[in-house]
């Protein structure tokens, strides 16, 4: 949530919602080399349908946020998100999670003008190629 001096010295207040936070966050997750994908988990699943229909009905086409949570703190105003995602085993998970906060923090920052006070990246899977180590 930003506030801005108008024009006319009215205050005009932008709100951003925490699904398009969510958004830019999995986009820039994505990005990032080793992540194979995100990992929506039951919870995530379940509020990422209701949020899909929602929009449907609304006519709009819904972002993809599956395995994302933003949520807007008010007091300090910030915001803080939470990544769940599944690595490739050809990478050091610790390395590519630091790598996935970093990129996510940057992206929100730029698209939202907002800092993310944390990024939590869980790491629910590592895909081993070619059987066991």
């Not at 509020?47 to 929602?54: F, K, Q």
């Not at 610790?94 to 990246?121: C, F, M």
């Amino acid at each position: 949530m930003t506030r801005e001096q108008a024009p006319a010295g009215q205050l005009v207040e932008t709100v951003i919602s925490p699904p398009v936070i969510a958004a830019v966050a999995a986009h820039a997750a994505a990005k990032v080399p080793g992540v194979v994908r995100l990992e929506p988990g039951l919870r995530g699943l379940a509020g990422s349908l209701t949020r899909i229909a929602r929009q449907r009905i609304k006519g709009l086409e819904p972002a993809p946020t599956e395995g994302v949570r933003a949520f807007l703190d008010h007091d300090p105003p910030g915001v803080r998100v939470e990544i769940d995602v599944s690595l490739s085993g050809l990478d050091q998970a610790a390395a590519t999670a630091q790598a996935v906060q970093r990129a996510v923090s940057r992206a929100v920052t730029e698209a939202t003008g907002l800092t993310p006070s944390a990024v939590s990246v869980s790491i629910l899977d590592i895909e081993i190629l070619g059987g066991l180590l």
